[in-house]
């Protein structure tokens, strides 16, 4: 059945002479989506926290793609020293990147902080992204037709922002924290679309599918057991990846942007992932707890 569930798609664009920034790009859809971009001849960046297990992982990526231009940088979302060490890496090394893949992220995670006190699951997969992009766009305007990916998930559609505790600090459900991360891109892509409209820069939010993915170890056991028994239903890792893929590589969505993708085409996200209003003001708050200015 596996095969003919998810739509497939396919394109032989090529990518040679261009350079990609993957966030979490050891283990997972990070990790299938470095190895298709690497085969399409791009220079791959894998951005990622933990060095030991991203030395596997880029050799793997190496040999499964036959590109030898892959290289391995520290960068931990949950702490903006780290980000912006790493920004400051590749503003200096890198003369561009056409784009940009923010993958990472912790899923249902019990309740903890960063190094600058957001709630783990806001603060990894919105804020830490938030200002990785920030702080590359000006390097990323420069790359044009450039391409800004945000990995979001059908899960936003149980979320809401709540902007009076955005750290869940007065009470904390993992869920409900996820699915505000989850909502939080969407907006973010909303919102960063419209800024960047007429630069050359596109951006796009997606779900990858219900994924085999490491992401499942805070599951309870009868979450975990469910989950086994949808196994057949759900994609791997390599059909994870491939809305990803599309959003990065696609010639069709080089004048498309701002939207939201599921299976390898345009899909429908709520309500409140439309709420611009929200969007904006999420945006304000962001830059206000990251002490950035960006119009």
């Given at each position: 059945i596996q095969t003919n569930m998810f739509r497939s798609w396919s394109t032989d664009a090529r990518l040679d002479g261009k350079t990609v920034i993957i966030t979490g790009a050891n283990t997972g859809i990070g990790k299938e989506t470095a190895i298709d971009l690497a085969k399409r001849g791009a220079r791959i960046i894998m951005a990622c926290r933990d060095m030991e297990k991203t030395d596997a992982a880029l050799k793997e990526v190496k040999d499964a793609s036959g590109n030898q231009d892959v290289v391995a940088c520290r960068l931990d979302l949950a702490d903006s020293k780290s980000i912006r060490e790493f920004a400051e890496n590749i503003?200096?090394?890198?003369?561009?990147?056409?784009?940009?893949?923010?993958?990472?992220?912790v899923m249902v995670c019990p309740y903890g902080k960063t190094a600058d006190g957001l709630e783990m699951q806001i603060g990894v997969n919105h804020m830490g992204h938030f200002l990785l992009t920030y702080l590359l766009l000006d390097l990323i305007k420069r790359s044009t037709p450039a391409r800004i990916i945000n990995v979001s998930s059908m899960a936003h559609q149980w979320g809401t922002i709540n902007l009076e505790d955005i750290n869940s600090e007065k009470n904390y459900d993992k869920q409900k924290a996820y699915s505000q991360s989850k909502l939080a891109n969407i907006l973010?892509?909303?919102?960063?679309?419209?800024?960047?409209?007429?630069?050359?820069?596109?951006?796009?939010?997606?779900?990858?599918?219900?994924?085999?993915?490491?992401?499942?170890?805070?599951?309870?056991?009868?979450?975990?057991?469910?989950?086994?028994?949808a196994k057949p239903f759900t994609k791997t890792s390599v059909q994870g990846a491939q809305t990803t893929i599309y959003c990065a590589v696609a010639p069709e969505l080089e004048t498309e942007s701002g939207k939201y993708y599921s299976d390898c085409a345009p899909a429908k996200c709520s309500q409140a992932a439309m709420d611009d209003e929200v969007g904006q003001r999420l945006w304000e708050l962001s830059c206000k707890m990251l002490s950035i200015t960006w119009e």
């Open positions: 503003n200096k090394e890198e003369k561009q990147v056409n784009i940009l893949i923010n993958n990472a992220g973010f892509t909303r919102s960063l679309a419209k800024r960047l409209e007429g630069t050359g820069v596109t951006a796009y939010a997606l779900h990858p599918g219900v994924v085999q993915t490491e992401l499942w170890r805070h599951l309870n056991k009868p979450q975990q057991a469910a989950m086994w028994l």
